[in-house]
């Protein structure tokens, strides 16, 4: 299990990685556990897909915490009840939804969207859409500039891409510790490299909009 974040200066961070038998509650609930005995506090925001054994751990330990489900992993979602042939269209229509340029935009293309899947005769995949879409709709509550990056886990999936080519040239470890050290051997290098080094995101945007919104609750 590894978390990646994004600290306050706009740099990316790897904040932990532990060792999980499966993504499960009690996995997961371990992990949380720990990383906020460590100290992780102030999230903003946690972007991850829709384990439910993740996120009911994340109502748990960090209760206030905005969530965004990965829309990359909700398109799969939407894709498992879709013919292949019909992958590619279905497709375009969500990326159009999160491509709208505000959020109630999002809300009427959703709504347009679902409508023109059940004409399509795919009310499996409208349903879908229907009962999640807002969970994919969080990023736009920050600044525009942040949207493409915050929408999505893909950058941790990278990451985990990366853990599993190396796993794989090992084959088998003597234990789980053994390759907990191989892991974390791997996310120490790339933490010093350009990954680490590049501004992912720039913060002054969110400090200034977060400013800006205290400013008018006061008023």
């Known amino acids: 299990l590894v978390a990646i974040g994004v600290n306050q200066c706009g740099y990316r961070r790897i904040l932990g990685v532990a060792e999980g038998e499966k993504e499960d509650k009690a996995g997961w609930s371990g992990f949380l556990r720990h990383l906020k005995e460590r100290g992780l506090r102030g999230v903003e925001m946690f972007i991850t897909d829709a384990c439910m054994g993740l996120t009911e751990s994340l109502a748990e330990f960090y209760p206030a915490t905005k969530w965004q489900r990965c829309t990359v992993h909700f398109y799969r979602n939407v894709f498992s009840v879709v013919p292949r042939k019909k992958m590619a269209?279905?497709?375009?229509m969500l990326k159009a939804i999160h491509a709208s340029e505000d959020r109630e935009a999002a809300d009427q293309k959703a709504a347009a969207v679902c409508e023109k899947l059940r004409a399509m005769k795919l009310p499996k995949a409208a349903e879908k859409i229907e009962q999640s879409i807002t969970e994919t709709l969080t990023y736009y509550q920050y600044p525009r500039a942040h949207w493409q990056r915050i929408?999505?886990?893909?950058?941790?999936?990278?990451?985990?891409?990366?853990?599993?080519?190396r796993t794989r040239v090992v084959g088998a470890f003597p234990?789980?510790?053994?390759?907990?050290m191989l892991c974390a051997a791997r996310l120490r290098h790339l933490a010093g490299t350009r990954w680490g080094q590049k501004r992912y995101l720039n913060m002054e945007l969110l400090k200034d909009q977060l400013m800006e919104e205290a400013m008018e609750a006061i008023a």
């Open 89 to 92: 269209e279905v497709a375009a």
């Open 175 to 180: 234990d789980g510790n053994s390759a907990l």
């Open 151 to 165: 929408r999505t886990n893909n950058a941790l999936e990278r990451i985990m891409k990366e853990i599993r080519r």
